[in-house]
């Protein structure tokens, strides 16, 4: 059983930075892709930053220069670094994995505002 579990939420300033990570990978290459999502007040969630097995990477255009999706396959953990944060990034954060089906973590909030 798949038990994703994220951790670095929190609050930010608008300009600030965050790290999100995500543990509960037995392998990370069990799984044709990883991403981070997030669901902000009034919108669907939305898988915002994605990385293939192979390693290639995909970005949503809000997210695209500012946010970066990583992994350690040593430690089967993936990350998601925020930088320039804006409050409309203001949301809970999921990490998601998907083989055969998906999985999701049960979220970290994470705010921007001053």
């Known amino acids: 059983q798949v038990q994703l579990v994220e951790s670095g939420g929190g609050l930010a300033q608008p300009g600030g930075s965050l790290r999100l990570s995500c543990s509960g990978f037995?392998?990370?290459?069990?799984?044709?892709?990883v991403a981070w999502g997030r669901q902000v007040r009034g919108e669907q969630r939305e898988l915002v930053a994605t990385?293939?097995?192979?390693?290639?990477?995909h970005y949503v255009d809000s997210v695209r220069l500012r946010f970066t999706i990583t992994r350690d396959t040593a430690k089967n953990m993936i990350y998601l670094q925020m930088d320039n944060l804006k409050p409309e990034d203001t949301g809970v954060y999921y990490c998601?994995?998907?083989?055969?089906?998906?999985?999701w973590g049960q979220g970290t909030q994470v705010t921007v505002s001053s």
């Open positions: 998601h994995a998907r083989n055969w089906v998906e999985y």
């Open positions: 037995e392998s990370i290459f069990d799984f044709s892709s």
């Open positions: 990385m293939t097995r192979e390693g290639g990477t």
